[in-house]
């Protein structure tokens, strides 16, 4: 929970090369058994990576094409008669000289750019199938209890906004037992997944997983203020 949790506060803080590391080495550390968490945050910051790699291809494109606009407007500006000249000396001009010495800085730099690039891109590819194939191994055990989790992050959302709005007053009076039962069918539903998820993960024997979802089952519990129970 504290790895995922950082990852995804690196993740808002779009720090992309730090949320990769995080993902590889803790995916690394315990033999990709939360690959499944971790792998679609390492694949949404490589994909930021390559969008902003093709941006700067794509700026260094604009600046040759400027460069050659203004190459060209200057040489237009150039009288014929020192063109003949340059042209029988075998010399260039001076807008030609700097035109092309900012082509080949710009060559240069967008070759580099390009092979960044691909590199950046054949990493986002290898992301995405160790990705499929972590997601096709996973059991259903395994998924239901990911899918009890989205719905958990959501009801906590929910609550922790209607307290707020209940201290800011913000609710009118005759709206409250509406979301009290909106939230109370939302809490009935999460304990029902949490349930069934706790069921399914001690069938496969898979231990733990199990005290997970039994410590994020107590949570809920506790969140509302049913200590013995939790």
């Known amino acids: 929970k504290l790895v995922v949790f950082a990852a995804q506060c690196l993740y808002h803080m779009r720090r992309w090369e730090r949320v990769i590391t995080l993902c590889r080495r803790f995916n690394a550390v315990t033999c990709f058994q939360f690959a499944i968490t971790l792998l679609p945050l390492a694949i949404g910051a490589q994909r930021e990576i390559c969008t902003q790699s093709s941006n700067a291809i794509k700026r260094t494109e604009a600046y040759m094409e400027q460069a050659n606009q203004e190459y060209t407007r200057e040489k ?22 700097l035109y092309r010495h900012r082509v080949a800085i710009y060559e240069d730099v967008l070759q580099r750019q390009n092979r960044l690039h691909a590199a950046w ?20 055990a395994t998924k239901q209890l990911q899918q009890t989790r989205v719905a958990l992050a959501s009801f906590v959302q929910q609550k922790i906004q209607y307290a707020q709005e209940l201290e800011l007053e913000q609710v009118p009076v005759n709206e409250i037992p509406m979301k009290e039962r909106v939230l109370g069918a939302l809490s009935a539903h999460l304990k029902e997944g949490y349930k069934k998820s706790i069921e399914l993960l001690r069938k496969r024997q898979t231990h733990t997983f199990v005290v997970q979802a039994l410590h994020e089952l107590g949570n809920v519990h506790w969140l509302e203020g049913k200590g013995k129970t939790a």
């Open 121 to 140: 891109t054949g990493w986002l590819e290898a992301l995405e199938g160790a990705y499929l194939r972590a997601s096709q191994a996973v059991p259903a």
């Open 76 to 97: 237009a500006k150039l009288p014929r008669k020192l063109l003949r000249q340059l042209a029988l000396q075998g010399a260039i001009s001076v807008p030609e000289q």
